[in-house]
């Protein structure tokens, strides 16, 4: 006798297909992945040490850090090429076909011009940082180490946008 109380499965929704790049998303992927792995551990070590020792490693905040910014940079990448990013849908996905490719032309490009924009304010922040000899408070080493990774993320998610506006240029209306 079947248990009516059973509460069934509610299914996944299956995400959607990557669309057909020139270079594959499994840079950002991996990255996200390793990024997120790595503080895990590191948050894990720290919280074991804590409990043990009632002190903490104080270079696991500095590493966090950076890796949560890695991990944002390299997911919100992915997440621009699918479409997985914050945005109002039902404008975005709704109306005509003409329509829907204008208000992706205009979300991307102004997502463009701004990750150009930080880009190049990420790399004058890092070339300052190399210039000045800035030094972490909790290690003892160069800030330029953390900082020059993010322009180059930066950049990674511009290219990502310039290909997308290229082909939604291309797209018939």
Sequence with gaps: MPDDHALDPV?????????ALRVSLRFEDWLTVLSL???ACITLANVIVRYLTAESFAWTEEISIFLLVVLTLG???SAFVRRLHIRIEMLADGGTR???RRFALI??????????????????????????????????????????????????????LGGMVARCWRQRP
């Design 75 to 77: 997911a919100g990448s």
């Design 37 to 39: 792995a790595a503080l």
């Design 11 to 19: 299914p996944l929704l299956d995400p959607p297909p990557d669309p």
């Design 107 to 160: 979300s991307d490009g102004v997502c463009l011009l701004f990750f150009a924009g930080l880009t190049v304010l990420l790399a004058r922040m890092a070339l300052d940082e190399y210039n000045w000899g800035d030094t972490s408070p909790a290690i003892g080493i160069p800030t330029w180490w953390y900082s020059m990774w993010l322009p180059v993320l930066s950049a990674v998610i511009t290219l990502r």
């Design 98 to 100: 003409a329509r829907q």
